[in-house]
T-cell receptor, first 117, second 114 residues
Framework: EADIYQTPRYLVIGTGKKITLECSQTMGHDKMYWYQQDPGMELHLIHYSYGVNSTEKGDLSSESTVSRIRTEHFPLTLESARPSHTSQYLC????????????????FGPGTRLTVL | KNQVEQSPQSLIILEGKNCTLQCNYTVSPFSNLRWYKQDTGRGPVSLTIMTFSENTKSNGRYTATLDADTKQSSLHITASQLSDSASYICVVSDRGSTLGRLYFGRGTQLTVWP
């Protein structure tokens, strides 16, 4: 099992609240990712990071923001949660280089199920 | 249109039976194809990975095949167990970016009944 952790696992909050989803990995991976997944749908990349102080937006537009101050930590923040943000959020990490397989071998955390009322 | 299409969308089989899941993709240039297993409420876990030159890869009771010419892959599960109940996701990686972008299918939801 991969050493990548997400907290909380489940979160139910009211509209307008600020929330931070935590993601940490102990594998020393440079690349980290945030995906959003709705039931029965494919994963959509919303943020990624090549390393410390690097953050980029993914394919799916998201009102969330991320930061990468430490290699092992990649938190995601929603300043004002809305019901449309209800979804599962998955964090992943991978090696930065070393060939195709290492570049693309992403290890996933268990996910955070977010419900905004 | 999603670049990775999976079928069937859902499948119910009895314990001990075999099944085959399908994946068609249009991702180009192709780098590799993975099958992931995702249990309900968990993150995906990699089962197999195949590059362009590989056409079959096994992991215990899971056997994946790849036809890079027709851009098709299948995942065959032998002697199914109750613990095989999960979503099986086909993921294709392209060679065209340093990010190693992944393209995800929507998954096949497999239910194994006793």
């Amino acid at each position: 099992e991969a050493d990548i952790y997400q907290t909380p696992r489940y979160l139910v909050i009211g509209t307008g609240k600020k929330i931070t989803l935590e993601c940490s990995q102990t594998m020393g991976h440079d690349k980290m990712y945030w995906y959003q997944q709705d039931p029965g749908m494919e994963l959509h990349l919303i943020h990624y990071s090549y390393g410390v102080n690097s953050t980029e937006k993914g394919d799916l537009s998201s009102e969330s923001t991320v930061s990468r101050i430490r290699t092992e930590h990649f938190p995601l923040t929603l300043e004002s949660a809305r019901p449309s943000h209800t979804s599962q959020y998955l964090c992943a990490s991978s090696e930065r280089s070393g060939g195709d397989l290492l570049v693309n071998e992403q290890f996933f955390g268990p996910g955070t199920r977010l419900t905004v009322l | 249109k999603n670049q990775v299409e999976q079928s069937p969308q859902s499948l119910i089989i009895l314990e001990g039976k075999n099944c085959t899941l399908q994946c068609n993709y249009t991702v180009s240039p192709f780098s590799n194809l993975r099958w992931y297993k995702q249990d309900t409420g968990r993150g995906p876990v990699s089962l197999t990975i195949m590059t362009f030159s590989e056409n079959t890869k096994s992991n215990g009771r899971y056997t994946a095949t790849l036809d890079a010419d027709t851009k098709q892959s299948s995942l065959h599960i032998t002697a199914s167990q109750l613990s095989d109940s999960a979503s099986y996701i086909c993921v294709v990686s392209d060679r065209g970016s340093t990010l190693g972008r992944l393209y995800f299918g929507r998954g096949t939801q497999l239910t194994v009944w006793p």
